[in-house]
């Protein structure tokens, strides 16, 4: 039911009908006349309430942390057109890091009929596990991995290790890692990230982890790779005009223009 100020059981006594037969009308059951349906739904309107028009519409929900990355709206974008040649819709909420508003979002569209969900989570553990599995609908994290919920992802730690191995073979003399995710208990792909750093590096005694903007110097030479764990990383790096090769890692369009 959507937004109706009044009960099915207060609707029934209106109509002088049974709650049966508005739940009937409602749900464009059968076992009731045009007639009547027509009369309950007509009625029902007049309290405020919304009909599906379209039973048959296809949706997924799509839940990403904000859209301040290019690699999110990216996403959005790729989502949106791999459902729509299947027939499906699009129906995009953003959690801004909120662990709680993510449930909230995951709630709604649920309670709106989606089909599935594809979930960028903030949340782990087991108590959100235990909640996404009472719901009766496919979901795929995407991202971020949570356990129990099938993931679709990169191989974070390979690709950061190799793109680790190939920045060293430049003979930097310095290495930063800048990760502000890394303060983030439940950011699984950043991780896994961070693991391939630290195994690239491996035997290279000069680098540091940085997760602050402000604790990256204006003083290093020339001979310095700031590897950072996302492309947006990279590009606040960029306009803090450190002097430093800085490398990024989601190979957005943006960063490009900046060589």
Known sequence: MRSMKISTAQLARICGVSQGTVDRALNNRNGISDKTKKMIIDTAISYGYRPTLDKNIKQVGVIVFNLNNEYLTSLITEIEFALRKIGYTATVMLSHYDKEYEIECIKKL?????????????????????????????????????????????????????????????????????????????????????????????????????????????????????????DYY??????????????????????????
């Open 110 to 230: 649920y309670s709106s009929g989606v089909d599935g969900i594809i979930l960028c989570s903030v949340n782990s553990g087991d108590k959100f596990e235990s909640f996404v599995s009472t719901l009766n609908i496919p979901i795929v994290c995407v991202g971020n991995k949570v356990e129990g919920i099938p993931y679709v992802g990169i191989d974070d730690y390979a690709a950061m290790k190799e793109m680790t191995e190939s920045v060293l073979k430049k003979a930097y003399d310095n290495v930063v890692y800048f990760s502000p995710a890394l303060k983030y208990s439940d950011a699984y792909a950043q991780k896994m990230r961070f693991e391939g750093f630290m195994a690239g590096i491996r035997g290279f005694k000069n680098y540091s982890v940085v997760t602050e903007l402000e604790q990256l110097s204006q003083n290093y030479t020339n001979k310095t790779a700031i590897i950072c764990s996302t």
């Open 234 to 259: 990279a590009l606040k790096v960029h306009f803090k005009n450190i002097r430093a090769d800085v490398y990024g890692f989601d190979n957005i369009k943006m960063l490009k223009e900046f060589g």
